[in-house]
């Protein structure tokens, strides 16, 4: 389970399972995984020197020490392999003194000076920006062969924009860029230790209604950046994923738009309609999930199925409980767990996850009944999906009709999802929804997907029922 912990970052939603502390708060971070840090905002300076703000003897002491401890603290991070992200404001610079005072002359004539220098807040991060320029702008492209950045910039994009552009040193990785291509406002730097410091452009994540689902979204891919930096990279797809067949009618659009585009001429407003025909292809990618992935991966394909069937589920984590998916549906609240297996069937450990899972979950103050639980299966997944053999053990099925648990394989998800996302079928999204609902301890057997207005929606999937028969289960 990753921790997160956010320092000053005042437009988080409580609701984003992510552990918060201002900047005056003396904390530690070392029981965080992954820091969220935003740039300190000095005191309000009451005198001015050379145009800018400058501080009291005892405000430049306090303010001096805070920058320096959370740079002693965020520097530790990094050493021990952590992850921090860094949102980066317009610098601010004030005055700070020095503790030196200069006295000159006798008497009447007697004069001290007090001696300032420079302070910005950037001396907070443990790593050092070069080429800082200070301008807000909004025009953001991604950086070539920079993927890292698709899925948190697909989200977050409509919400962020930059005060600051840099020129990335040696062995900084740019992930974010200006228009003109020559200036970073997004860029990752490794330590030798493994841990990084990732630099995002500033986002006010309350800039519309859906503050709590920005937030939630947010925290969501930042960890999916940090799963992939510690050597968590997205499941390549088997090499059967490459038939037409699995091909779905929004790819093949995207294809044929983005290879037009890559015909047109090199120009600035040709690159940003590649970059965003890039960013959408690499969204309706995800959904593929469901036929081949495993871990972070295969849990967004399947939050990304339900979403697509009406289910508004969500993955939950709050530092002491995390779970895959979580979700109402027919006024049952459902628990699920997410695996996918390279070569074998889905065995009786995920069951007893997901037992421990509902009854930690229902010890939780604000749960007053035990969740159902649903075990989401990609087992097999390296061979396609009519050539897998194994399924769920004997175990599993056993285990999952004395629990009333729903059984899901993945793969079969997929063709009703992407049907789903292509047209507004109520009535088929309400029969998806409900075989999930009815399946009491066996594997969901979703409606056939309709070819055309009198298509039978009743009868089974003929794909699914092949596999319930295979894992020992009753057809429907």
Not at 101 to 127: D, F, I, K, M
Not at 279 to 301: P, R, T, Y
Not at 307 to 319: K, L, N, R, S, W
Request: charged content about 20%; some cysteine; proline content about 5%.
């Amino acid at each position: 389970m990753t921790n997160l912990f956010a320092v000053g970052f005042e437009s988080l939603h409580d609701g984003a399972s992510a552990a918060s502390a201002s900047h005056d708060a003396e904390v530690s971070l070392d029981d965080a995984d992954v820091i969220l840090f935003s740039l300190p905002i000095p005191p309000t300076a009451y005198e001015a020197y050379q145009g800018k703000p400058c501080l009291s003897d005892d405000q430049s002491f306090k303010y001096k020490e805070k920058l320096s401890r959370w740079q002693r603290e965020l520097a530790s991070a990094v050493r021990a392999g952590k992850t921090v992200f860094v949102e980066l404001t317009k610098p601010q610079t004030v005055y700070v003194a020095t503790g030196t005072v200069e006295y000159s002359g006798t008497g009447r004539n007697s004069r001290s000076t007090r001696h300032v220098v420079e302070q910005s807040n950037l001396t907070a991060l443990p790593c050092t920006l070069s080429g800082v320029i200070v301008g807000t702008g909004t025009e953001i492209l991604t950086a070539q062969r920079s993927q890292m950045l698709s899925q948190y910039w697909a989200k977050i994009r409509h919400l962020s924009w930059y005060e600051v552009r840099f020129a990335p040193a040696k062995g900084q990785q740019p992930l974010l860029t200006t228009k003109n291509s020559e200036q970073a406002v997004s860029a990752i730097i490794p330590y030798e230790s493994g841990g990084h410091v990732v630099i995002l452009p500033a986002v006010n994540l309350d800039a519309d209604r859906k503050h709590r689902i920005n937030s939630i979204e947010f925290v969501r891919v930042l960890l999916d950046i940090d799963a992939q930096l510690r050597g968590e990279p997205p499941v390549p797809p088997a090499g059967w994923m490459s038939e037409t067949r699995f091909q779905t009618a929004a790819q093949r659009r995207l294809q044929e738009e983005l290879l037009r585009l890559q015909e047109a001429e090199a120009e600035a407003e040709a690159q940003r309609e590649r970059t965003r025909v890039q960013m959408s292809l690499q969204e309706a990618n995800v959904i593929h999930g469901l036929l081949f992935a495993q871990g972070k991966q295969l849990e967004k394909a399947v939050l990304r199925g339900l979403a697509a069937m009406g289910v508004a589920a969500q993955g939950f984590t709050d530092g002491e409980s995390e779970f895959d998916a979580v979700f109402m549906l027919d006024g049952t609240r459902m628990l699920g767990e997410v695996e996918g297996r390279d070569s074998a069937a889905i065995n009786i450990d995920k069951i007893t996850q997901l037992e421990r899972n509902i009854a930690e979950d229902f010890a939780r103050d604000e749960v007053e009944t035990h969740a159902k639980g649903v075990l989401f299966g990609n087992p097999q997944r390296l061979v396609p999906p009519e050539a897998r053999t194994q399924i769920f053990t004997t175990k599993c099925l056993s285990s999952a009709q004395r629990n009333h648990f729903a059984l899901i394989l993945t793969h079969t998800m997929f063709a009703p999802a992407t049907y789903l996302e292509q047209t507004n079928d109520i009535e088929y999204a309400t029969a998806c929804r409900a075989a999930i609902s009815a399946a009491d301890g066996a594997v969901v057997t979703f409606p056939v997907v309709p070819t055309d207005n009198s298509a039978s929606r009743a009868s089974g999937d003929t794909e699914t029922r092949a596999a319930n028969e295979s894992a020992g289960a009753p057809p429907k």
